[in-house]
């Protein structure tokens, strides 16, 4: 249960990269985070903390909240 | 920098905790996570995992993107 929602998570934000046509290892580079830790937030196995979650919207140019804007329940 | 992020988290989290009349151990008692370590969410002394972050958006009955909703950039 709790994987889906890293699942989705990660889906969202690969989504968001590459509607900015940036490839995993150009936004480890923005973000100052390894292209292996990216790729690994985007299937959904890395339980990401905050720091990061920050660190990733400001490399998107983005707000952390939509980071989120994933679920219409 | 992120330490202000993080304190800034902390705030809006007690902010929409106390919105509801819940005390910080009613709230680790609903989300399954212990007092102290909402205590030190709250401080912004906690680096905050996804896997937790869903698990107190879904014990406030809110969107994750709401734990978000702070800044008005």
């Known amino acids: 249960m709790e994987n889906r929602e890293l699942i989705q998570f990660g889906l969202h934000l690969k989504k968001l990269r590459m509607e900015r046509g940036l490839s995993q290892e150009q936004l480890g580079l923005i973000a100052e985070l ?37 679920e219409e329940k």
């Open 34 to 70: 390894d292209r292996t830790y990216i790729s690994g937030i985007e299937r959904g196995i890395r339980n990401v903390g905050l720091i990061n979650i920050f660190r990733i919207a400001r490399a998107l140019n983005i707000l952390p909240a939509q980071l989120f804007s994933i």
